[in-house]
């Protein structure tokens, strides 16, 4: 058996397709654009990429957006007036702050700072509470992503039994809450789990986030499981890979995402979506 190899790059097109015609309807029914502003604090050059690729898919899709480019020594007064400054702006219904930030910026403060109706990256505790009570606002994009390449690839986690490797709060914690909201039975394992391959090899639908390269061997999966692999990482060639051994695991399960072209282009995409959300909502439709 090979495993289907799940497109994210196909899935991602086609979300996009439904997200612009969507947009174009909301424009001309409310004169209101939906518009994001990007915070890009400092000069990491992977960041920089992502706030590239965001004001562009804003652009595509036919959003308004901004992007605010801070020096690296920016205090976070400073952050936080800006901060202010687009919770109040009605031309702006989505905001983000690229993570990670500066050491003299407390994060946790920033992403407070946020109003929550305008957290598109559903961050703000309030968000947070919301997703873990089941009655959310926006879904965090990653874990959003996975679960609409498992929508669009026909995988129903309801009643399998799934693990999600790592549990951090932008990735590994939320999407073991997704995948529960979907009837999945779900098991957190992390750097402390003793064991890994025991919670691994029993497991229907795999999904890694942890940033290692190709961690998650072929004989820590179960044959005919589904592998979701979130990890980027760039190798010492500047190739990228995942925190999954690509090759030797889908020669036996049964749909992997590859990377680059499977999580990585939908997290944009439901960033475009949360936009649009938070501006429906602001309009009242
Ligand atoms: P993080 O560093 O915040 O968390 C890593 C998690 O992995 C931790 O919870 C840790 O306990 C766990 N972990 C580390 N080593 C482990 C081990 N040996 N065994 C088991 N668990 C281990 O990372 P993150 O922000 O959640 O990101 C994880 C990966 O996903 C990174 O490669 C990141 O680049 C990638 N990522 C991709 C996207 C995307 O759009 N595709 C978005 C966010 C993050």
Redesign the pocket.
């Known amino acids: 058996m090979s495993a289907t190899i799940i497109d994210g790059k196909k899935v991602s097109k086609e979300i996009r397709e439904t997200l612009k015609t969507e947009t174009a309807e909301f424009i001309e029914k409310t004169g209101v654009i939906p518009g994001l502003a990007v915070v890009l604090v400092g000069n990491d050059p992977a960041s920089a990429v992502y706030v590239r690729n965001k004001h562009r898919a804003c652009e595509e899709i036919g959003f308004y957006s901004e992007v605010h480019e801070l020096p690296e020594d920016t205090k976070e007064d400073d952050l936080l007036a800006l901060l202010d400054r687009l919770n109040g702006d009605p031309k702006i219904h989505g905001i983000l702050v690229q993570l990670p930030l500066p050491k003299q910026i407390d994060a946790d403060k920033v992403i407070r700072k946020i109003k929550p109706e305008k957290d598109v990256d559903a961050f703000h505790p309030e968000n947070v509470g919301r997703i873990m009570l089941g009655n959310y606002r926006f879904l965090p994009c990653?874990p959003a992503g996975v679960m609409a390449l498992l929508d669009a690839y026909g995988i129903d986690p309801a009643g399998k039994d799934c693990v999600v490797?790592?549990?951090?709060n932008?990735?590994?914690k939320p999407q073991a809450f997704l995948l529960l909201e979907r009837n999945a039975t779900v098991t957190i394992?992390?750097?402390r789990?003793a064991d890994?391959s025991s919670h691994t090899k029993r497991s229907d639908i795999v999904v890694v986030?942890?940033?290692?390269p190709r961690?998650l061997k072929a004989e820590m999966v179960k044959p005919g499981a589904v592998v979701i692999d979130?990890?980027?990482?760039r190798l010492p060639d500047g190739k990228l890979c995942g925190?999954a051994d690509f090759e030797p695991i889908s020669a036996f399960a049964s749909a992997i995402t590859p990377v680059p072209g499977g999580?990585?282009p939908m997290?944009i995409t439901m960033l475009m979506k949360n936009t649009l959300t938070a501006a429906k909502a602001a309009v009242g439709t």
């Open positions: 990653t490797i790592g549990r951090s932008i990735v590994g394992c992390h750097s789990t890994l986030a942890i940033g290692k961690f979130v990890g980027i990482n925190d999580v990585g997290t």
